[in-house]
């Protein structure tokens, strides 16, 4: 089994700008996960999908940030007009349901200048 | 929400050295996990343990849910153990499935 892979490991932009991240789960995991962490802190859940079906979205997802699952498979999440302090690793989760245990990708970390 | 506390927040030891760390939560919980996360932020599982004991060589952790509680025991440190802990709990909501992670405690081997 390969583990959760995301895409890219690292991306540096500017103010303003848009940016997506990639995600693909450990395949047969029908559920998938995005956690946002700052330094210092411990992860914070953003949503997840049961399939293609976005199923619960948190306070900290504002309306620049967007995220789908188009097949069921990969997803994908976009932050508009990034801001300084959209600045974190981004982390992706899938799991089987059930058993709900969640495996981890390696994250993307974006620095926003 | 659930409040998720780990403790001790740091904890420096010397190498073969054995340690307990804590987690308390303050709601009933469907699931609870460990996580070890390295220096290059990736966070690598321990434990799945919602109850009860389970033990991977040198780790081992304990779930006493009717408490609240969970524990994880490291025996014999290796430098490679370094690095920040973090449990994390899922409410015994239904439909709820976002982790809630602690505070974490981070673990430094001394060799």
């Known amino acids: 089994d390969t583990g959760v892979s995301q895409d890219p490991r690292h991306k540096i932009t500017k103010r303003g700008q848009n940016v997506t991240f990639r995600c693909d789960p450990i395949?047969?995991?029908?559920?998938l996960y995005w956690y946002r962490q700052t330094l210092g802190q411990g992860p914070e859940f953003l949503t997840y999908?049961?399939?293609?079906?976005?199923?619960?979205k948190s306070r900290l997802l504002s309306d620049r940030f967007s995220a789908e699952r188009p097949k069921g498979s990969f997803s994908t999440l976009e932050i508009q007009r990034t801001e300084q302090g959209d600045s974190a690793m981004y982390l992706c989760?899938?799991?089987?349901?059930?058993?709900?245990?969640?495996?981890f990708g390696p994250g993307t970390r974006l620095t926003v200048l | 929400g659930i409040q998720v506390e780990q403790s001790p927040p740091d904890l420096i030891l010397q190498e073969g050295a054995n340690s307990t760390l804590r987690c308390n939560f303050s709601d009933s919980v469907n699931n609870l996990q460990w996580f070890h996360q390295n220096p290059w932020g990736q966070l690598i599982n321990l434990f799945y343990i919602p109850s009860g004991t389970k033990q991977n060589g040198r780790l081992s952790a304990t779930t006493v849910a009717t408490e609240r509680y969970s524990l994880l025991y490291i025996s014999s440190s290796q430098t490679t153990d370094s690095g920040v802990y973090f449990c994390a709990v899922v409410l015994s909501n239904f439909g709820n499935e976002k982790l809630t992670f602690g505070t974490g405690t981070r673990l430094t081997i001394i060799p």
């Open positions: 989760a899938s799991s089987k349901s059930p058993p709900r245990e969640q495996y």
């Open positions: 999908f049961q399939n293609e079906a976005q199923l619960e």
């Open positions: 395949s047969e995991h029908n559920r």
